[in-house]
């Protein structure tokens, strides 16, 4: 009788599978790997090595709390000469003295999460258990039959494996770009990603229920954009706050990058952490979806509706003088950022595979939870509503009408005169470059084609079609060059007359400073021209002069101001609104590299910025940041205040861990200047061998 199989040590290789999987920055201390794709260990026996047809090994490998193998969270299996096509497998590799190389390999419908790993080793009756490790399954992008292949390999670079990106904000004529840290295999990160998905409501409801659907990354997809916000009191990520008040937290402009929010939220035991919105929220969920291997990025729709009620009509209501006269809860946001995912939809009809739209910024309950999506994009272009997840709310948020109401002095209301503005410049950061890529025909058809009518009768879309009339009387707002803080500046009014007749009317000018939501603060420049007369085919051009001392006190962090103008002809009564939202231009963040940058030794970068204001900043911070380069946040805190015009500058030195391209991000707070962002991009050498 042969003796015991008795197993010593063993290797999961972390680092070699860390490699092969894609995963090597997580595996410093634990082996992670993606599902449908083989991964070896080695085994190692004392006193005498695996004989074939005597020895019999089998493996257990379980995740959650109650693994069970209906629920496919629990599978046993034994080694075998070919894989197993459908289930867990493990193939014996070779075999030198002692030590046995096995592959083993997980299906590509396998749930996602922390597994446990057991080897047991029979001989005859006899046998013994050795539990080998806990190990991380992933998504995986680069398998064709896992749900969320992506065929494209410099696109899975940038949208499962790049570590930072840009996220696009501003207004719509006046597109900006924000740098973002995602570090998505930052330390820790990957372990606070589960945590997330254990202590979702579902988890808590039905464990078994909750991890027998992580297979599917709708579902996870789902619970991330629950997850991310807290509005269900579900010990979600963030709290949202829009008002300019977040002195007792951070201001969401302030945050460069996910790893900062999500591992204060771990470390301060699952509390939200104040305070973010929408970019905040969507870059957040684009971390965690990047983490769990499910290609995401970040998206931003320009002038994007938010449709209280369904009837895909925004109302907004102003005054003679261009003030709103009342709030309406439908509202126009300057830009809306929410996330792409990229998988299949095996749960709907043939044709929805592709991105979704997932937006985890709270707006509306969906299933009675604060979450919205997976939204096909095509279902959204074709105006297939009643699809799965929430794609009227998303629909109306790039295709909504807008129709200004004046309500004149007697309480009169008068329809204006408006042409489509919702959902415009929808963008995204191209593959593998700092540009911006338009992916607005994703979303809708050209406007004023015959697909559009359709798409809009099919979703009972009644457009006003008030497509700019070539008749009668046009108004524009235009803006001089350099829209910069701490500067005055010029608006025009551009009303053109395009019939053969002579027109008078009156023209009111109304800038206010306002909140990238639509909201709007006190006044900063007004014009009120009683008598214009306009010449037949004639173009005429009203100038308004911002001034800095008017702006100053009021300019909201998102630094922008609405600009409103009326247009009233005489003769018929008629209204005409233009409205325009003008950045105001925060000043650049200088950032000089200096030396030669290689992996492991030390880097000096040099940081300046210049205070543009008129006034002195007081409570200056720089914070510099950088997956692959700094280790976590840098943060320098100016002793003395900045005078005008003067320059800030320091030096911050760090030890780069990891070759190839990087971001070094850098945000700029102070009492008068805020969320000033800059960033460079560093080539880091590899370390010579």
Not at 2 to 30: F, I, P, Y
Not at 99 to 127: D, F, H, K, M, N
Not at 277 to 295: D, E, I, K, S, Y
Not at 556 to 572: C, G, P, R, S, W
Request: include cysteine.
């Amino acid at each position: 009788m042969a003796e015991d199989l008795v197993l010593e040590k063993w290797d999961l290789q972390s680092e070699r599978n860390g490699r092969e999987h894609r995963t090597a920055e997580m595996c410093g201390q634990q082996l992670v790997v993606r599902r449908g794709q083989p991964f070896t260990i080695t085994l190692c026996f004392s006193g005498r090595a695996y004989e074939d047809g005597v020895d019999k090994l089998a493996f257990n490998v379980e995740t959650g709390p109650c693994p069970i193998e209906e629920s496919g969270t629990r599978s046993h299996f034994a080694m075998t000469d070919f894989p197993e096509e459908s289930g867990w497998s493990a193939v014996m590799q070779q075999q030198d003295e002692d030590s046995l190389s096995i592959s083993l390999c997980s299906p590509t419908s396998a749930r996602v999460g922390r597994y446990s790993l057991t080897l047991e080793a029979s001989t005859g009756y006899q046998g013994s258990s050795y539990l080998l490790g806990n190990f991380v399954l992933l998504f995986n992008p680069w398998h064709p039959e896992d749900t969320v292949f992506l065929r494209d390999e410099d696109e899975r670079r940038e949208y499962v494996l790049s570590q930072q990106g840009l996220i696009y904000q501003g207004t719509r004529d006046y597109i900006t770009s924000t740098p973002w840290n995602f570090g998505q295999f930052e330390d820790e990160i990957l372990s606070i990603c589960l945590k997330l998905l254990d202590i979702n409501p579902k988890f808590l409801r039905d464990q078994n229920k909750d991890c027998s659907r992580r297979n599917d990354p709708a579902y996870i997809g789902r619970v991330v954009s629950a997850m991310v916000n807290c509005n269900d009191e579900d010990r979600g990520v963030l709290a949202g706050r829009w008002d300019n008040h977040y002195e007792d937290g951070m201001s969401p402009m302030a945050w460069i990058g996910s790893v900062d929010i999500l591992k204060r939220w771990n470390n301060f035991g699952c509390q939200p952490v104040k305070y973010g919105q929408c970019w905040v929220f969507a870059a957040v969920a684009c971390t965690v979806m990047r983490c769990l291997g499910v290609p995401s990025r970040v998206v931003t729709n320009y002038n994007s509706a938010h449709d209280t009620n369904g009837n895909l009509v925004i109302d907004r209501y102003l005054n003679e003088t261009g003030e709103e006269d009342r709030r309406s809860r439908d509202m126009i946001w300057n830009f809306h950022c929410w996330v792409e995912s990229w998988m299949a939809r095996p749960d709907l009809a043939p044709g929805y595979d592709g991105w979704q739209a997932l937006d985890p910024t709270p707006q509306e309950k969906s299933e009675g939870v604060f979450c919205c999506g997976p939204a096909p994009v095509r279902a959204i272009k074709e105006g297939d509503l009643h699809l799965k997840y929430d794609i009227p709310f998303i629909f109306a948020e790039v295709n909504a009408d807008v129709v200004y109401w004046v309500v004149q002095g007697d309480g009169s209301q008068k329809k204006s005169i408006h042409s489509s503005v919702v959902g415009k410049n929808i963008s995204t950061k191209s593959v593998g470059r700092d540009s911006r890529e338009d992916i607005t025909h994703t979303y809708k058809y050209p406007e004023g084609s015959e697909k559009e009518r359709e798409v809009f009768a099919k979703a009972e879309h009644e457009t006003s079609s008030l497509r700019e009339e070539d008749e009668g009387l046009h108004l524009k707002i235009k803006l001089s060059e350099g829209a910069n803080n701490g500067c005055d500046f010029d608006i025009f009014a551009v009303v053109t007359n395009n019939t053969d007749t002579e027109r008078g009317c009156r023209l009111m000018l109304c800038a206010r400073t306002a909140s990238y939501s639509g909201a709007v603060g006190p006044q900063c420049g007004m014009k009120d021209l009683l008598n214009l007369t306009l010449e037949p085919r004639a173009e005429k051009s009203v100038p308004l002069r911002i001034l800095y001392e008017k702006y100053r006190e009021s300019l909201t962090q998102d630094n922008l101001i609405k600009v409103v103008a009326l247009l009233t002809e005489y003769q018929t009564g008629d209204i005409i609104v233009a409205v325009r939202d003008v950045y105001i231009k925060n000043p650049e963040i200088k950032i000089r590299i200096l030396g030669e940058p290689m992996q492991n030794r030390k880097l000096v970068a040099e940081v300046s910025l210049v205070n543009p204001l008129a006034e002195p900043l007081h409570n200056c911070v720089f914070v510099v940041e950088g997956a692959g380069l700094t280790d976590g946040q840098r943060i320098k805190e100016l002793e003395e205040p900045v005078e005008p015009q003067e320059e800030a500058r320091f030096r911050v030195d760090f030890v780069p861990p990891q070759a190839g391209l990087h971001k070094l991000m850098v945000d700029f707070e102070s009492n008068k200047l805020t969320g000033v962002k800059g960033y460079r991009n560093v080539i880091i050498a590899p370390q010579p061998k």
